[in-house]
C-alpha cells in the first residue's frame, strides 16, 4: 500500500469547515483513498473512501487530485463534536482481507 | 444492533500469564481482524480472518493466537503475556475488503 502524509495537527473554529489534507504521491492506478477518524480512547470510525471521483456523504466530502497524488477531507460544519484524530489510509482493492495501515493521522481540534 | 463488542474492557496480567480476548459481530459480516494501538501510534495489524475457518498474519504477530470460533466470533489468545503487550486492543469487522471495516471499543491491556 502506498504511504500517506498528514500535518501532524491542525485546528478549526466551530461551525467552520475543516479542511484535512493528505499527500499519497506514490499512490497506484489500483489503490482507495480511505478516511478514519478515532475519537479519544475510542474504536476508529469509517468516515469516506473514493478512487479518483469526488465523494460526499452525510459526514464529509471528499476531493481528489486529478493526478490523484493527494486529498482532502472537508467536515462542512465542524462540531466540538469532531475534535479527533484523522487518519488518511491508501489501499489496494481486492485480493483478500487484509487489514488497514495507520499511520499518525492528523489531530484536528475544534475550537469554541 | 450490538455492531462489535469486545470483552474484557480492561485487563491487568502479570508477566507470563495468559488470556483469551474476545470478538463478536452481528453484523453477517465475513471478514474480522485484530489491531493493536500502543500510546501515541495508530494501529497495526495483528492477524485477520478472511472468511470462518481462515486465518492469517499481520504485521506484528508474534506472541498472539487466533482463532476464528465462527462468523460472528475471533478471538485473539496471550499464551505468556510479556509487558511488551500493554495496548489498546481493537476488534474489527468488515462485509468483505475493501469495504468499510467497523470497530469495537477496544480493550485496555496491561502486562506487569
Known amino acids: 500500500d502506498a504511504k500517506t502524509t498528514q500535518p501532524p495537527s491542525m485546528d478549526c473554529a466551530e461551525g467552520r469547515a475543516a479542511n484535512l489534507p493528505c499527500n499519497h504521491s506514490t499512490i497506484s492506478g489500483n489503490e482507495y483513498v480511505y478516511w478514519y477518524r478515532q475519537i479519544h480512547s475510542q474504536g476508529p470510525q469509517y468516515i469516506i473512501h473514493g478512487l479518483k471521483n469526488n465523494e460526499t456523504n452525510e459526514m464529509a466530502s471528499l476531493i481528489i487530485t486529478e493526478d490523484r497524488k493527494s486529498s482532502t477531507l472537508i467536515l462542512p460544519h465542524a462540531t466540538l463534536r469532531d475534535t479527533a484524530v484523522y487518519y488518511c489510509?491508501?489501499?489496494?482493492?481486492?485480493?483478500?482481507?487484509?487489514?488497514?495501515?495507520f499511520g499518525k493521522g492528523t489531530h484536528l481540534i475544534i475550537q469554541p | 444492533n450490538a455492531g462489535v463488542t469486545q470483552t474484557p474492557k480492561f485487563q491487568v496480567l502479570k508477566t507470563g500469564q495468559s488470556m483469551t480476548l474476545q470478538c463478536a459481530q452481528d453484523m453477517n459480516h465475513n471478514s474480522m481482524y485484530w489491531y493493536r494501538q500502543d500510546p501515541g501510534m495508530g494501529l497495526r495489524l495483528i492477524y485477520y480472518s478472511a472468511s470462518e475457518g481462515t486465518t492469517d498474519k499481520g504485521e506484528v504477530p508474534n506472541g498472539y493466537n487466533v482463532s476464528r470460533l465462527n462468523k460472528r466470533e475471533f478471538s485473539l489468545r496471550l499464551e505468556s503475556a510479556a509487558p511488551s503487550q500493554t495496548s489498546v486492543y481493537f476488534c474489527?469487522?468488515?462485509?468483505?475488503?475493501?469495504?468499510?471495516?467497523?470497530f469495537g471499543p477496544g480493550t485496555r491491556l496491561t502486562v506487569t
Open positions: 489510509i491508501v489501499r489496494v482493492v481486492g485480493g483478500g482481507a487484509d487489514g488497514l495501515t
Open positions: 474489527a469487522s468488515s462485509v468483505d475488503s475493501p469495504y468499510e471495516q467497523y
